[in-house]
């Protein structure tokens, strides 16, 4: 009796512990439906851009192999990866809320399983908002070797990783009405003091170090290095990313371990 109850029960765990590309299409098209999200991912960065980035100075001044109003593009394009990323990985907030968590918990889903689609779903929309704002910044006189910018781009979308991993535990973490809320304005100032808004170079030597320490330090810097190879310590840079990776995520599957035990 009992083997053949584990026999049923092993035929009915799906491959890969439920990742389906039909489910992540599905999240995909939920994600879409958020007019909030996709204004904030898509059009605010862009924005941002064109009222920070195309002084006509920003046009001749140089940097490594661009010019600045390049190194302004691939800033804001990280921003809007950021944005991308935490949003979507803050979207197991409402699904907690709204009982869709509990329900997916009596599918032979995984949770790693579903982690993995939310992660999928926010690196999506990040690659995006990346092109997006690379795409407007090529019309409004962003100037660097094509496979520089294409390689900024890269990297800037890996590394934003580190939000999704983010959104993840905060939407573990705050109820669905708050989480958002919390998560703008943390993410604006994460991006001042990781130098996307404002240069390391013009922070006075206390705010610079302190900038060190913002996971958005990390992204800018490895972002931006094709263009830029002045602009910071790369390997100070990458132990930021890795260390706020391992940090977000460990917090992520910690707070997920907690909500599966609920009943």
């Known amino acids: ?114 982690v993995a689609i939310k992660t999928a779903v926010a690196m999506s929309m990040a690659a995006v908002a990346i092109i997006v704002v690379m795409v407007i910044g090529q019309f409004f006189g962003a100037d660097a070797p094509t496979w520089r910018l294409v390689l900024c781009a890269l990297l800037g979308w890996l590394c934003s990783a580190v939000f999704a991993a983010l959104g993840l535990f905060v939407g573990y973490l705050l109820p669905s009405e708050n989480v958002m809320q919390v998560l703008g304005p943390v993410l604006a100032l994460l991006s001042f003091a990781g130098g996307l808004f404002l240069p390391l170079s013009e922070m006075s030597d206390v705010f610079a170090s302190i900038a060190k320490l913002s996971p958005a330090y990390g992204v800018g810097v490895i972002a931006r290095w094709p263009i830029d190879t002045d602009q910071g310590n790369l390997a100070i840079a990458v132990v930021n990313v890795v260390v706020w990776l391992a940090l977000f995520a460990a917090g992520a599957a910690w707070r997920m371990s907690k909500d599966t035990q609920r009943v």
């Open 1 to 114: 009796m009992s083997t053949t109850t584990t026999a049923g029960l092993a035929r009915r765990t799906p491959p890969l512990g439920g990742f389906s590309w039909p489910f992540l299409r599905l999240e995909l098209q939920r994600l879409l439906r958020n007019r909030r999200a996709v204004i904030f991912t898509l059009i605010m960065p862009s924005a941002f851009f064109l009222l920070f980035g195309t002084d006509g100075d920003y046009k001749t001044q140089a940097t490594s192999h661009g010019n600045v109003t390049a190194y302004i593009m691939v800033s804001m394009a990280v921003y809007g990866a950021m944005i991308a990323t935490t949003s979507g990985g803050a979207m197991v907030a409402t699904e907690r809320a709204l009982g869709w968590s509990r329900q997916l918990r009596l599918t032979p889903l995984h949770p790693v399983a579903y």
